[in-house]
């Protein structure tokens, strides 16, 4: 156990819709990072967030946005999905301070 | 741009036949280079991360190096519990984000 915490695990939605992925990172981690893994893709960074501040941006479309909170949570909201939205979502914390990140279980989004 | 790839996509080894993976890397300063473990359908488990050249680690069957260029993960006399992906990531000067190789995915037959 990584200590890093996503919900849900699965997800299941429509094109068109909108979702909401939750990360809890480490207990005092501040840094979190989305990725998404696709088969033809592999692990790509999505965004990355310090103490609730956004610190630099992958390829993240525009339909997609991120947020961290005063608890250090994160969320990773996307809208109007599409069918090549489908993919393992991950997120990754560590202390803020390039460390090694370790990484949640994932969330398995599929767009039908 | 950071580019990781890695060789071979796939292994097939018998238990206890020793083997390698490499890493080849282009970055603009390095930071980091970091091995990841993948089980199908669970997050990566970090494994090592290498900071400079000449620069090793071990861990159980496995041990990892690091050159200026590229950088191997030795697994020695594996398991069956050792199949899995393994993954190659840097991070560079620029930012804290991790750049992943492809993967190799070793299959371990006992």
């Known amino acids: 156990d990584s200590g890093v915490t996503q919900t849900p695990k699965h997800l299941i939605t429509a094109t068109g819709q909108r979702v909401t992925l939750r990360c809890s990172p480490r207990?005092?981690?501040?840094?979190v990072y989305w990725y998404q893994q696709s088969l033809d893709q592999g692990l790509q960074f999505l965004i990355h967030y310090y103490n609730g501040e956004e610190r630099a941006k992958g390829n993240i479309l525009e339909r997609f946005s991120a947020q961290q909170f005063p608890d250090l949570h994160s969320e990773l909201n996307l809208s109007s999905l599409e069918l090549g939205d489908s993919a393992l979502y991950f997120c990754?914390?560590?202390?803020?301070?390039?460390?090694?990140?370790?990484f949640g279980q994932g969330t398995r989004l599929t767009v039908v | 741009e950071d580019q990781v790839t890695q060789s071979p996509e796939a292994l097939r080894l018998q238990e206890g036949e020793s083997s390698s993976l490499n890493c080849s890397y282009t970055?603009?300063?390095?930071?980091?280079l970091f091995w990841y473990r993948q089980d199908p359908g669970k997050g990566p488990e970090f494994l090592f991360t290498?900071?400079?050249a000449g620069e090793e680690k071990e861990k159980e069957r496995l041990k990892a190096t690091l050159t200026k260029k590229e950088s191997f993960l030795h697994i020695t006399a594996p398991k069956p519990e050792d199949s899995a992906t393994y993954l190659c990531a840097v991070q560079g000067w620029g930012d804290y984000k991790l750049s992943f190789g492809a993967g190799t995915t070793v299959t371990v037959r006992a």
């Open positions: 207990s005092g981690d501040l840094s």
């Open positions: 290498l900071y400079s």
């Open positions: 990754a914390s560590e202390p803020g301070q390039a460390a090694e990140a370790f």
């Open positions: 970055v603009s300063g390095l930071r980091g």
